[in-house]
């Protein structure tokens, strides 16, 4: 048994307990466990929905962890299911970039780059210009040439918070937000 388990073992109201609440320090002392242990088991076990928290330092096992008990599996440590993709991507170039696009929807790489560049890039002109070059091929932004000044870049599919991966080596560019790979050949 995982020590996750044993804390909601230890949380099935006893008949000679009162009530069916029992404090973190109890749970120590009873498990022989530090309460900072068992604390960040009980968070886990919430997350889970198979323990709620009912006053400060003080919880309690819900009608899903007495089945989760009933039904003998361990508590094991990883994802409690599936996932899909992450709302928070990495902060890169790329995605600060994306998010900039996203916000003024035509701009030059300039412009971008002081909404999107941090100073720590070794040469984010030029990252930019490629990434956007590769969102142009395959039809995410459009090159708006003006008569005088820089080149712009005009926005004219915005298809989600997730930035689009260009992968230079495969030469494909995929977007996330839709699930659709684009070859640069």
């Known amino acids: ?48 929905g198979l323990v709620r928290h009912c006053w400060k330092g003080v919880y309690a096992i819900t009608p899903e962890g007495l089945k989760h008990l009933a039904s003998g599996k361990v508590i094991t440590s990883g994802p409690k299911g599936p996932h899909g993709p992450s709302p928070f991507a990495p902060s890169t170039l790329r995605t600060r970039l994306w998010r900039a696009l996203r916000l003024k929807r035509v701009a030059s790489v300039d412009e971008l780059l002081v909404l999107a560049a941090k100073g720590t890039e070794g040469n984010a002109r030029e990252d930019a210009r490629r990434y956007l070059n590769a969102l142009a091929h395959v039809g995410i932004l459009d090159p708006a040439y003006t008569r005088s000044g820089p080149q712009r870049w005009l926005l004219l599919r915005d298809t989600g918070p997730q930035a689009p991966q260009w992968n230079k080596r495969q030469k494909r560019v995929f977007d996330p937000n839709q699930g659709v790979s684009y070859d640069l050949a």
Do not use: I
Not at 14 to 23: A, I, Y
Not at 26 to 44: C, G, I, N, S
């Open 1 to 48: 048994m995982s020590v996750a388990d044993h804390v909601l073992q230890a949380l099935v109201p006893d008949p000679q307990r009162l009530g069916d609440r029992v404090s973190l320090r109890d749970l120590a002392a009873r498990l022989e466990l530090t309460p900072t242990q068992v604390r960040f088991t009980l968070y886990a076990l919430m997350e889970r």
